[in-house]
């Protein structure tokens, strides 16, 4: 089904708790370590985003011994199967969706073969789908990676890394790229008793066991970015937004430092935390996404509908997630007249001189969860605002559009 659902602008409920789904990051990461814990390892609130129910079907569900398993658009699911069926030595192919095809893979791949992995490309090089041929034979635990192009495949070798032979140690090229996901990989393994050494551009973990633990899932800080921006647009709504940690290991968490600068308060308490719009001035400057990726569209469309001229840097790895983010937010906010211009290498300035709010709007999505979910907010200006392709915000928020209702709008 690929409908889509046309918001009505609504008066918002001045206050209401909204109850998010766990981290899909979170989520994935406690499903591999479970699984090469044999069992050792339990989880508690696992995410009901597609893309760990997916994961979990791998894992838990499907044939014993897959010859092709499809992750789907699940980048995360994608890589960590990646490492983990090479760990394994098991004969399989890993594919994904069309676009999946499109993200590369080549960087942990090469890696993998380093260590001892025996894998293969079956179309293109450096991207989707990869066959794992069979046997893991470690021939060396010393492996120089780049590090700019995507986290996920650091945090990949790093989940296996205490089930080889000679374990792992990395050694980082370049400027790392969202940094807070390595440190939520190390941490969850620590606290599963594996044990790591982090100095400077090298991180080691050597072979050891998994300790009985249980994992419990944080709530998703990307998926409550959404409410922080409603938030932003509104008067002065105040929406409650339970079990979320103020020492979060999600990095998006920066989300409260951001929407501080757009009047949203953020207060901690025992049950989680309560937003508000105080109504602050906001001072236009220049916002860093570099640790947090999964928040630009939800801030760059929020700056838009405010009116407000930040600048952005840290993008550069949004033109290989789901779609080409920047040209999706370019595209989109044009139906505006906003402007996102690239001013220097990885600098992008908005420009809202020609802002025009029509009476209706459509949107489309690019098959990316976050173009429906960042936009989605837009209905607290515009009368009547289209999304297309709705559904795409199952892959990490599944019941996004029933809180969008939860919340007073109207919905069809
Ligand atoms: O490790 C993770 O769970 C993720 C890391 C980030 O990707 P990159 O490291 O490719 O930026 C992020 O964008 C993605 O949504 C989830
Ligand atoms: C980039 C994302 O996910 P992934 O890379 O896991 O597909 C995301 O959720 O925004």
Known sequence: MNASIVIQKSQIKPEETINLTGSKSESNRALIISALSKGKVKIKNLSSAADTVTLNGILNHESEHPTTVNVGPAGTAMRFLTAYFSLKGEKVEITGSERMKQRPIGTLVDALQTLGADISYQDQEG????????????????????????????????????????????????????????????????????????????IAILPQEFKATTLTIEPDWSAASYWYSVVALSENAKIHLPNLKKN??????????????????????????????????????????????????????????????????????????????????????????????ETQADVYQLNCEELNIPQEIKIATYEDHRMAMAFAPMAMVIDKVEIEEAQVVEKSYPHFWDDFKKIGFSLK
């Open 127 to 202: 991207y989707p789908p990869v066959l794992i041929n069979g046997a893991f034979n470690q021939t060396t635990s010393h492996i120089l990676i780049r590090g700019d192009i995507s986290s996920q495949f650091l945090t990949a070798l790093l989940l296996v890394a205490s089930s080889l032979p000679q374990g792992v140690d990395l050694e980082i090229m370049d400027e790392l790229t969202s940094k807070p996901y390595v440190e939520m990989t190390l941490s969850m393994l620590q606290q599963c008793g594996i044990n790591h050494t982090w100095d400077r551009d090298k």
């Open 248 to 341: 979060s290991l999600q990095g998006d968490s920066a989300i409260v430092e951001i929407m501080a600068l757009f009047g949203v308060e953020t207060t901690f308490d025992e049950d989680g935390l309560t937003i508000e719009k105080v109504g602050h001035e906001i001072k236009p400057q220049l916002l860093d996404f570099k640790e947090c990726p999964d928040l630009a569209q939800t801030v760059i469309v929020c700056s838009a509908l405010l009116c407000k001229e930040f600048s952005f840097s840290g993008l550069e790895t949004l033109k290989i997630k789901e779609t080409d983010r920047i040209f999706a937010l370019q595209t989109e906010l044009a139906k505006i007249g906003v402007k996102l211009i």
